[in-house]
């Protein structure tokens, strides 16, 4: 446990600046990729349907 703290004291911590815009880059990226997880998805179904009617 007491090695837990001298690893953790040797750890450079963001800025509160650097935090925000990591934060910022990681929920952008989140929404970019379920809408195109959402616009894929909707394309696959659009087309299995359209195969299921042939």
Known sequence: M???FKEL???TWPSG?????DTAI???T????AIFLGLT???VT?????YIQL
């Open 2 to 4: 007491i090695n837990a």
């Open 9 to 11: 004291k040797k750890v």
């Open 17 to 21: 600046r650097e935090l925000r815009r």
């Open 26 to 28: 990681v929920i952008f």
């Open 30 to 33: 989140i929404i970019i990729m």
């Open 41 to 43: 998805d909707e394309i």
């Open 46 to 50: 659009q087309l299995f349907n359209l």
